[in-house]
Nanobody, 122 residues
Framework: VQLQASGGGLVQAGGSLRPSCVAS????????VAWFRQAPGKEREFVAA????????YYADSVKGRFTISRDNAKNTVYLQMNSLKPEDTAVYYC????????????????WGQGTLVTVSS
């Protein structure tokens, strides 16, 4: 499945953004989807994941209570609602998909989008 992430941008600390990940080529409804992020000089890290049905969600401790992952299978889209943003949330955010991820949190998903930059100013 091809993935296109968008919706990043520049926001002040405490603000909100809602990146989206749109799929093409195949229906996203059979895929688990995750968001990862990578800050300059750091390794890619897990942010959030959602099962194909949307029933199960998983979050990194650093974003729990601030970020919400959701999906609209009719629109072939997964969203990441990011509230109470902090400067340490600054990174390129990637969406990834897999029909049967071996791990919800490891960056081993089969398909990846190109990333969208989120910059949080203090």
């Amino acid at each position: 499945v091809q993935l296109q992430a968008s919706g990043g941008g520049l926001v002040q600390a405490g603000g909100s953004l809602r990146p989206s990940c749109v799929a093409s080529g195949r229906t996203l409804s059979r895929f688990a989807v995750a968001w990862f992020r990578q800050a300059p000089g750091k390794e890619r890290e897990f942010v959030a994941a959602i099962s194909w049905s949307g029933v199960r969600t998983y979050y990194a401790d650093s974003v729990k209570g601030r970020f919400t992952i959701s999906r609209d299978n009719a629109k072939n889209t997964v969203y990441l609602q990011m509230n109470s943003l902090k400067p340490e949330d600054t990174a390129v955010y990637y969406c990834a998909a897999d029909q049967a991820p071996g791990s919800w949190t490891a960056p081993t998903y089969a398909d990846w989008g190109q990333g969208t930059l989120v910059t949080v100013s203090s």
